[in-house]
């Protein structure tokens, strides 16, 4: 079974930075797209940066230049850097990971969802 451990996140003053990040665990044979999304009350789940297997990234207009996304292909694993943060970048922040997994099969599952409070 794969599985998305997420680590990261907690309590932070404006303006201030945290990192999350995200590793990829089980049988894999091939990780494809990963990235952030997240989610405010009352609202939808939106994308926050996404990063191909080649290292391409793509940002939610209100993170761009802000955040920025890496990743280790070699621990399956990437890392959301966040600064400047605002009060409006609180929400529970969900990984991704697309891919196959040892059977063939492919996937697409979300991690379990870790809170990040800016507090104004």
């Known amino acids: 079974q794969v599985q998305l451990v997420e680590s990261g996140g907690g309590l932070v003053q404006t303006g201030g930075s945290l990192s999350l990040s995200c590793a990829a665990s089980?049988?894999?044979?091939?990780?494809?797209?990963m990235g952030w999304y997240r989610q405010a009350p009352g609202k939808q789940r939106d994308l926050v940066a996404g990063?191909?297997?080649?290292?391409?990234?793509k940002f939610g207009d209100s993170v761009e230049g802000r955040f920025s996304l890496s990743r280790d292909n070699g621990k399956n694993s990437i890392t959301l850097q966040m600064s400047s943060l605002k009060p409006e970048d609180t929400a529970v922040y969900y990984c991704?990971?697309?891919?196959?997994?040892?059977?063939?099969?492919?996937?697409?599952?979300w991690g379990q969802g870790t809170q990040v409070t800016v507090s104004s």
């Open positions: 089980g049988s894999i044979l091939r990780l494809n797209a």
């Open positions: 991704r990971g697309e891919g196959f997994d040892g059977d063939y099969q492919p996937f697409g599952l």
């Open positions: 990063i191909s297997s080649d290292g391409r990234t």
